[in-house]
């Protein structure tokens, strides 16, 4: 597991949130899908239209995955709904094929909480985080440069 992970993982007591141990690509590898929920048999392609790409991990009939590419096939954004409320808590968007920004609704109330900055599609540039949910962030750390 990558360092990135690791830090990352002590930002928030739900450590799934955060997908961030897949290798740099250049776009070339699609992003990991989480696992299915517990009792869920199987996962299924709820549609794919207009350059998105929509799954349901656990069969309840409402897409909890979702790519989205622009009119050239690049990946613009990745959606993932962690607790299967069907609002997608964890919104990763990519610039040619890296992530560059991911926004966290960590406590799942609708709101995003946190912001992670990502340099090359791999490294934690920095983070910021809204702990009194007023949509501001409170804390806000930088590494490196």
């Given amino acids: 597991m990558k360092a ?18 897949r290798q740099a690509s250049g776009g070339s590898a699609l992003p990991a899908i989480p696992p299915l929920a ?6 299924r392609i ?19 995955y979702a790519l989205y590419n622009d009119a ?18 964890d919104v990763r968007y990519y610039r040619a094929g890296a992530a560059v920004r991911e926004e966290i609704d960590s406590d799942f109330d609708g709101r995003i909480d946190i912001w992670v900055h990502i340099l090359k599609g791999e490294f934690v540039e920095g983070y910021e985080r809204d702990t009194d949910g007023d949509g501001e962030p409170d804390i806000v750390k930088s590494f490196g440069g």
């Fill in 4 to 21: 990135t992970a690791i830090l990352l993982a002590g930002l928030i007591a739900a450590p799934a949130l955060f997908c961030l141990d």
């Fill in 72 to 89: 050239a096939g690049s990946l613009e954004r990745e959606e993932l709904d962690f607790n299967l409320d069907g609002k997608m808590d």
């Fill in 38 to 43: 517990a009792g869920a048999e199987s996962g």
């Fill in 46 to 64: 709820a549609g794919v239209k207009n350059g998105i790409l929509e799954l349901d991990r656990n069969d309840d009939g409402r897409a909890d």
